[in-house]
């Protein structure tokens, strides 16, 4: 290490480098106050003052400040790629914001910098690692700097998660009291740190709920908030609005039951925050997007299109597009008067790898409205008798293999408790061996259990195909209302119904198209949609 001399401003530019790690850092003005510092050493050194990168919320002792994404992965990347060949200088507080991962790390970093024609300076204690040095002391230095603060980094880390394991242990037993301002953003905490409802955002998350589940999708939700200027929850002045993650997000939050999750992920099973959802609407949610994500669909649709997610080539397997012609028409007449035709317009479903020419000739252009008509009045005449059916297929088969895994924690738990029992006789590190094992297997099985319990409790808040079916008879009328929004939301709701009744719907080049419901029945139609075989079930 040397201490540093002034350096020409016209020989080498100076970049500085800023981080912090944690919220409360940045409460505490830590860039600034880096950024600021850093500014002031090189005027005092004389040196150029090129440009200066920060990384907000990411560990050096972690290493996630070298994460692709972060700026002094950016920088590292541009100095392998020779890009500062001819020099500069990294300006830093120290050694610790760059890494704080061990001395080995630490050395290779600086080293590999060095290598690619950039200074390292610390202004915490004036040192300057150079890229041209050959004194080993300077790398001595940095290793035993790096040491330090490695085991620094380690000793903070370990208090701070005993400080959280305390607490966390406090919500457990049953403490209601914020031990953080970090909450779910439909909440608030009040001077004394109880946690409370922000009416009026709590009443945006029930809104969001309750359309989701009638089958508005993301994009229209968004809309809907965006256009009467609803805030979104970032909270910044400069927030762009609401966006389909940010939806998505409120809908997959389990806060909004209460729920309470560590900074590792980790429930801890208590109701922690206020309940603003019932778990029924939060399963319901749940059902609806696992529905989506099974079939997909663009979440921008109109509902013009009631089979989105559903119709599939016979021969491709890919999705069946939804497209119209006619619309408007501009021309000019003989007398050079500029007209304009409105047609009607009609409505097709295609495979959508001919459409696009990709491997599929299955060019046909089925009439929608046939598809339409046919199908619905298929399934509402074959249900109109039909006696509501309380079964569920999947629930049962869940709640089997639920039922099979608590069985084997009970007898893992008999196998344990008889080994005990011989160990009192007959102590063995094989016994002891044997019981560690068996207390592993349980605790895979009882995570596997929360799952299974968890699917459970979604597929029982799905709506049965019987309630499915009486939603598509009462919806029938409004398809085609003349008020533009009740109809998409009929449409779209229909859609989510169809969804779920429909297991398989294909349609082939000559037009002819197949729906079945596992549920219902199996029905054949031609390309008119007369239909042509298939039965009830």
């Not at 209460?258 to 206020?274: L, M, N």
């Amino acid at each position: 290490m040397t201490d540093l001399p002034p350096i020409r401003s016209n020989t080498k530019p100076a970049y500085i480098y800023a981080r912090f790690s944690s919220a409360e850092q940045a409460k505490g003005y830590s860039l600034e106050r880096q950024l600021s510092t850093a500014r002031s050493y090189i005027e005092s050194k004389g040196w150029q003052f090129a440009d200066q990168m920060t990384d907000e919320g990411r560990s050096a002792f972690h290493g996630s400040n070298r994460d692709e994404g972060a700026a002094l992965f950016e920088f590292e990347a541009k100095a392998r790629a020779g890009h500062f060949k001819n020099g500069c200088i990294l300006v830093v507080e120290n050694i610790d914001r760059l890494s704080r991962q061990g001395p080995k790390a630490a050395a290779q970093l600086i080293w590999a910098l060095n290598e690619n024609g950039v200074d390292v300076a610390t202004y915490h204690d004036d040192q300057l690692y150079r890229a041209d040095a050959s004194d080993m002391l300077e790398i001595f230095g940095l290793i035993i700097k790096a040491s330090v603060a490695h085991d620094e980094s380690e000793k903070k880390s370990k208090r701070a998660k005993a400080s959280w394991d305390k607490k966390y242990e406090g919500i457990a037993a049953g403490s209601k009291k914020a031990i953080t301002q970090n909450v779910p953003a439909w909440l608030v905490v009040t001077p004394e740190k109880d946690i409370i409802e922000d009416k009026r955002r709590v009443a945006v998350v029930r809104e969001i709920f309750n359309a989701y589940v009638e089958g508005i999708g993301l994009h229209t939700i968004m809309k809907r908030l965006n256009e009467r200027g609803e805030p979104a929850f970032s909270g910044k002045a400069t927030s762009k609005g609401w966006s389909k993650s940010a939806i998505n997000h409120v809908l997959s939050n389990r806060s909004v039951l209460g729920e309470f999750a560590t900074q590792q992920g980790k429930h801890i099973p208590v109701v922690y925050y206020p309940q603003i959802i019932t778990l029924d609407l939060f399963n319901q949610a749940e059902a609806m997007r696992a529905t989506k994500s099974k079939t997909g669909g663009s979440s921008k649709s109109q509902g013009n299109n009631l089979f989105a997610g559903i119709a599939r080539c016979e021969h491709c397997e890919g999705p069946m597009g939804f497209i119209r012609d006619g619309g408007v028409s501009r021309y000019t007449t003989a007398s050079g008067e500029k007209k304009v035709y409105k047609s009607k317009g009609h409505s097709y479903l295609i495979c959508d790898a001919a459409r696009r020419g990709f491997g599929c000739d299955n060019k046909a252009h089925t009439p929608y409205r046939v598809i339409e008509a046919a199908t619905l009045q298929q399934l509402l005449w074959a249900t109109v008798e039909e006696q509501p059916d309380t079964s569920n297929p999947k629930a049962d088969a869940i709640r089997s293999n639920l039922d099979a895994a608590l069985h084997n924690i009970d007898l893992k738990h008999r196998q344990i408790g008889n080994i005990i029992d011989s160990m009192a006789e007959a102590p063995s590190k094989a016994m002891a061996a044997r019981v560690a094992a068996l207390e592993t297997e349980i605790e895979t099985l009882q995570a596997e259990c929360a799952t299974l319990q968890k699917e459970l409790a979604i597929e029982s808040s799905a709506p049965s195909t019987f309630d499915d079916l009486a939603e598509l008879r009462d919806l029938t009328e409004l398809l085609e209302s003349e008020d533009e929004d009740i109809r998409r939301a009929a449409r779209l709701r229909t859609n989510a119904s169809l969804k779920r009744v429909l297991d398989h719907m294909t349609v082939d080049r000559t037009g002819k198209f197949v729906v079945m419901s596992m549920d219902v029945g199996v029905w054949e139609f031609d390309r008119t949609g007369q239909r042509i075989g298939g039965q009830a079930l």
